[in-house]
């Protein structure tokens, strides 16, 4: 670490260890951060939970604070540790900032899937996220969207002021995503209780997830490979046909497993900001079938079979999957990292909104 002074950066961690993307995403750009050789920032993460926080090398440091998400606290005692901590920037892996933070902010946006699929979510709760991501991308002083598609959905609901502070940098795949062999993938199947020949899906089964299309095609499609679900816990057992298997509980090595072997990633989502598990399943190796929609056609970079979410021409795609091709990395974590990091040193200098 040189010896030169070194700006003073928060990073919100919070999200860590809650077994959530956002909690994927901030630990793997973390890992990305804290690993550069020739880093001019130093870190201070702010966490929640110090047990579920990676390994922090001086000189940065960690400083818990049971700060929750979305609460009162956040709007009042987070500012306040910023200030006390003497930082000079903010990094949000998210877009949950509060209004008065004392130093310039970076934020973050994966998407705006809530704008046009809120769920089952209530109006209150519609009206405060797009008041809260509203405010947060206009006092911003950098705004990452992680892919093409993000910052021009972003341009277009919130106009030139935000679009001019845009910086697309893109997510990343993780050194242990890699192709892995066939008694490593047996062992993980026999855990798992997976069939030998079988369909995967990684993912929620939020509404725009298109989860109940993607089980029709399917079944539709005649096959004998099963369907595995990794996630979708917002299903019951009433929504599994029979030959759909769930699972849950994965460790990286194991998923990387499951993509080795898998016939094909399969999903039918209709709006993604990013779509990491086509990622990560191109990166173990694994055939993708997908949608032609948002920013998949983005991340698949052209290793993708794509197609409309017409549950006929996916079931057709499901009886014929495509033929396996070697490994293929659309993203580094390294590279996002230090494309992040120029930008707080460039944010550092600004004033807040």
């Known amino acids: 670490m ?9 990073f919100d961690g919070r999200f860590i260890g809650t077994g959530t993307g ?6 793997e750009l973390l890992g990305g951060l804290l690993a550069q050789d020739e880093s001019r920032v130093r870190w201070t993460v ?12 001086a000189p940065h440091r960690v400083v818990v604070a049971d700060v929750a998400h979305y609460s009162l606290g956040e709007q009042v005692r987070l500012p306040r540790l ?18 008065l933070m004392p130093v310039p902010t970076v934020v973050t ?38 892919s093409r598609w993000t910052g021009d959905d972003l341009a ?3 106009g030139a002021p935000v679009a001019a502070k845009i910086k697309v940098i893109g997510e990343g795949v993780a050194p242990h995503l890699h192709p892995r062999g066939a008694d490593e993938v047996s062992v993980v199947r026999a855990r798992f209780d997976v069939p030998a020949e079988y369909v995967l899906y990684v993912g929620n089964a939020k509404p725009h997830k298109n989860v109940p299309a993607l089980i029709e095609a399917w079944r539709r499609s005649g096959t004998d490979a099963a369907l595995v679900l990794v996630g ?29 072997g898998a016939q094909a990633l399969v999903t039918m989502s209709l709006e993604e900001g990013f779509c990491l598990p086509v990622a990560e399943a191109l990166a173990c190796g694994c055939p993708v079938i997908a949608t032609d929609l948002a920013a998949i056609p983005e991340t698949s970079a052209g290793h993708a079979t794509l197609l409309p979410p017409d549950v006929d021409r ?20 390294a590279e996002m990292a230090r494309a992040v990091e120029h930008l707080v040193l460039t944010t550092a200098g600004s004033r807040p909104s």
Request: proline share 8%; with cysteine.
């Open 232 to 260: 979708c816990g917002e299903l019951t057992a009433d929504d599994l046909p029979e030959g759909v298997h769930r699972v849950s509980g994965l460790s990286d090595d194991e998923l990387a497993a499951l993509y080795s």
């Open 22 to 27: 956002l909690s994927r995403y901030s630990s």
């Open 314 to 333: 996916f079931a057709a795609a499901i009886a014929a999957p495509p033929a396996r091709t070697g490994p293929v990395r659309v993203g580094d974590w």
């Open 46 to 57: 702010i966490v929640r939970d110090r047990n579920a926080c990676p390994e922090v090398p």
């Open 109 to 146: 946006v994966h998407d705006l899937i809530l704008h046009r699929h809120p769920g089952d979510a209530s109006l209150p709760k519609r009206l405060a996220y797009r008041a809260v991501i509203g405010r947060a991308v206009r006092a911003a002083a950098a705004v990452v969207a992680v």
């Open 2 to 10: 040189p010896t030169t002074t070194l700006t003073e950066a928060g």
């Open 156 to 158: 277009r609901e919130y």
């Open 82 to 99: 910023v200030k006390r901590l003497g930082l000079d920037v903010f990094l949000a892996p998210h877009f949950n900032v509060p209004m």
